[in-house]
């Protein structure tokens, strides 16, 4: 039974936000996208460059939001922002838009990723080995056993989320203090006894994209703001926070740091395991590298340390998403069967299952065109919302946070340029995705002024 009495408990602190914000970043994205820059970009130079440019934005967007996030210490994040700033209309949108691409899409991608990865071990499991389902070429939708495996693992997270958030948290601690520990044995082993060569670094591969270098970066940024998503996750849950004020920004900006440096590490050990040529249209990259620096039996163990670190992303994602909806339902912005909170388990279980079911939905989607759609997306709002700044501190009484007054409004206004530009680019070199993600967007307005709009009014 739910009612709509109960109601959110301020139960996380430091610790607890800023394993959020890692296991949401150290996903899919690190573990799955080096393989397609490598196609993309050719340079081994390039695709530091761009992990290095990604890890700029995703520290620029950390500070705006901590701004942002002290301002509102409730959850929801951008709905929050955008209604604030813009409107209803902005706001739902962007609940509208977190609920397919700013979880659902990027858990599906993660659990993918996870049979991927088991496809070491089961090689049944691999993506590549799935079924035509529909469609053709890079539209190609598939099902098979990677896709079932992938839906029981999104149903089990589904439940234990129902069950009470202190719990999740305290799996979600442990899973992301093993994932960090497994990344820094990996860095460490794979250079001091990996069998990889500082060669590789210095032969690139032959292009995949007949895209000019200078077009395809940009647009191939959209990767990366898949993979460093999750700079924003504590905001989400900021109203279940204890002293929003203080550990908001520490924990955005300590996870933001440490997975930036994690990432960057990574990516040159990729490289010094694997030649670029090797790697292009790789999925499962941590794998193949620790195949190649260890031999199969080694690679195995850091594998199945893979296989939790993408666990730990899944749980984290399946956690935060809710609680938009939620944020939004309580506001009368949205569904409001979303506002629902279980009275003896404190969480918005009917969210959290509505999320399920669509990922689950999700897992039948071409990979590729997953992450794009989802970085389309996550940039375009993440503008909206760093821009709003623009906005808010022209109001009186607003807190302005010192690392986003100096030089002001250089760190915002070197966020929201990169991510026009890339838009820009998105649409004239990748038409048919940039196309579903503004259907995305327009589905989110109409059901805001023909229903939810609507409900509100009496």
Excluded at 183 to 205: R, V, Y
Excluded at 401 to 418: C, K
């Amino acid at each position: 039974m739910t009612t709509r009495g109960a109601t959110l408990l301020r139960q996380l602190g430091i610790v607890s936000a800023t394993a959020l914000v890692i296991s949401n970043m150290i996903g899919s994205g690190i573990l799955t996208t080096t393989g397609y820059l490598a196609g993309d970009l050719g340079s081994a130079n390039l695709v530091l460059l761009i992990w290095g440019v990604g890890a700029v934005c995703a520290l620029a967007g950390a500070f705006c939001y901590s701004e942002l996030g002290v301002n509102f210490p409730s959850s929801g994040g951008e709905y929050v922002y955008l209604t604030q700033a813009y409107g209803p209309t902005w706001g739902f949108m962007t609940g509208w838009v977190s609920f397919f691409a700013g979880f659902s899409a990027p858990i599906a991608a993660s659990a993918l990723a996870f049979s991927d990865y088991f496809g070491h071990f089961v090689p049944a499991l691999k993506l590549e080995n799935s079924k035509h389902l529909a469609g053709s070429g890079a539209w190609e939708f598939k099902f098979g056993p990677a896709q079932i495996l992938a839906c029981g693992l999104i149903a089990a997270f589904t439940i234990l989320n129902c069950l009470g958030v202190q719990r999740t948290a305290r799996v979600q601690n442990v899973l992301t203090s093993m994932k960090v520990l497994v990344i820094l044995m990996f860095i460490a082993t794979g250079f001091a006894f990996g069998d990889g060569s500082w060669e590789n670094f210095a032969h690139p591969a032959v292009r995949v994209s007949t895209t000019p270098i200078y077009s395809q970066f940009f647009v191939s940024l959209l990767f990366i703001y898949f993979a460093y998503s999750g700079w924003n996750a504590a905001t989400y849950v900021a109203e279940e926070l204890k002293q929003p004020a203080r550990t908001l920004p520490l924990s955005l900006a300590c996870g933001t740091l440490l997975v930036a440096a994690l990432f960057i590490g990574l990516n040159v050990l990729f490289i010094y395991a694997v030649p670029m040529e090797s790697m292009k249209g790789v999925v499962s990259i941590g794998a193949l590298a620790a195949t190649h620096l260890f031999g199969p039996a080694v690679a195995g163990f850091f594998s199945a340390a893979m296989l939790l670190s993408l666990l730990a992303t899944i749980n984290a994602m399946v956690t935060i998403g809710p609680r938009v909806y939620y944020a939004m339902a309580k506001n009368g912005a949205f569904f409001s069967a979303a506002a629902k909170v279980d009275p003896r388990w404190h969480t918005p279980v009917v969210a959290i299952v509505a999320q399920g079911v669509c990922t689950i939905l999700m897992t039948v989607s071409p990979f590729v065109n997953l992450l794009l759609y989802i970085g389309l997306l996550l940039n375009f709002f993440a503008v909206m919302s760093v821009g709003s700044l623009f906005i808010f501190r022209r109001r009186p009484g607003w807190q302005k946070l010192g690392v986003v007054s100096f030089a002001y409004p250089l760190v915002p206004a070197f966020f929201v340029a990169m991510g026009i530009w890339i838009t820009i680019r998105a649409i004239q070199l990748r038409p048919i995705i940039s196309g579903l993600a503004a259907l995305t967007v327009a589905a989110g307005a109409l059901v805001y002024h023909f229903r939810i709009k609507k409900e509100r009014i009496p």
